[in-house]
């Protein structure tokens, strides 16, 4: 059986574009503050049971054509021995360049349970549905551990690329064979799409964008098994250099138009671009953003629907129904 998800990465024509969110599996659902309440962040995502219950839990009340797989971009890191807590974000002691450039590679044992889970994913959802699977970017990933945690300009990553080319090189090839494996794993597990997050590319300038984040999402995406998907929010001033990373798809946010991805792209998929926000406001203005972004569609194939960044935790589920329900009829 076909899943929606997978043809329109291939370009093939649908009755409408496929559907699904980031963070669809979180805080905005009831039934996941509900094992929240019994369960840390961490313990779900170890505990393949409860991975794969929140993972379904959005297909089960949604229908979206994809099940993103519950875990966290710095997931990986933990099992190539950062010590991390969530509070919600990711918390750890900063780390030096030359700390990270040693950091060991992953062994695909220690991330045996997102595996599993993708399994138990697997044999639950329906069979149009695709699992998607997900890594951080290497620039993204080095962001946070040079950090220690969320910033909104990390300047120590932006720095080494200037200060340190050759070791911040070293080091994002490093984190980039060990995203790369961890894909892998994802891929072999019954994963059916894997997407890259490169959520504070953004952040670089062109020139740093080309010398250190696109040759390091490349090497993270090549031969993986599965279709892959790229996604830097915030990085439109990068969209024409994204080509260089050879994913099958690419995700833009709201402030790229469909019409100028398609133009660079002519033979990629585009996701998104819907803002978040537009969550934040009632049926009927959701139904006219979607007509919207369909009529810029014009009817060509290879596009999946999803939001420019991931669901807001305010956002009342009743309005999901509803974008999935505009985009379907």
């Given amino acids: 059986m076909t899943k929606p998800l997978v043809e329109a990465l291939n370009l093939r024509p649908l009755p409408h574009p496929p559907v699904w969110i ?42 979206m054509d994809g099940a993103v797989i519950f875990a966290d971009i710095m997931t990986p890191l933990e099992a190539m021995g950062v010590e991390l807590t969530f509070d919600p974000g990711p918390k750890l002691a900063p780390l030096t360049l030359a700390e990270v450039a040693a950091l060991p590679p992953l062994e695909p044992r220690r991330v045996a349970h997102v595996a599993e889970t993708i399994r138990l994913v697997s044999k639950e959802i329906p069979d149009t549905t695709a699992v998607i699977g997900f890594a951080g970017a290497p620039v993204t990933l080095l962001a946070y551990l040079l950090e220690g945690g969320g910033s909104k300009d990390f300047m120590a990553m932006r720095a080494v690329l200037r200060s340190d080319p050759d070791l911040a090189t070293r080091a994002l090839e490093g984190l980039a064979r ?36 696109l040759p390091a999402a490349s090497t993270a995406l090549a031969d993986v098994g599965c279709p892959t998907i790229y996604f830097a929010p915030g990085a439109g001033h990068t969209l024409d250099l994204q080509e260089g990373i050879g994913s099958t798809g690419i995700g833009i946010d709201w402030r790229t138009s469909l019409q100028e991805a398609f ?9 998104g671009n819907l803002d978040p926000a537009v969550l934040q406001t009632d049926h009927e203005a959701i139904r006219g953003q979607v007509k919207r972004m369909l009529r810029e ?16 935790r305010r956002t009342r589920p009743e309005n999901v129904a509803a974008l999935v329900e505009a985009v379907r009829s």
């Fill in 297 to 312: 569609l014009g009817g060509r194939p290879g596009h999946i629907v999803n939001l420019g960044h991931g669901i807001d």
């Fill in 22 to 63: 980031m963070r669809q599996a979180g805080r905005y659902l009831p039934e996941y503050r509900a094992i929240r309440k019994k369960h840390s962040f961490q313990e779900v995502v170890a505990t393949p049971e409860l991975a794969a219950e929140v993972t379904i839990q959005p297909i089960r009340r949604f229908g």
């Fill in 263 to 271: 133009a660079l792209f002519p033979d990629r998929a585009i996701q």
């Fill in 178 to 213: 060990s995203m790369n494996t961890y894909l892998r794993v994802q891929a072999e597990a019954g994963a059916d799409v894997v997407q890259l997050f490169d959520t504070w590319a953004g952040l670089l300038d062109r020139n740093s964008f080309a010398a250190s984040a």
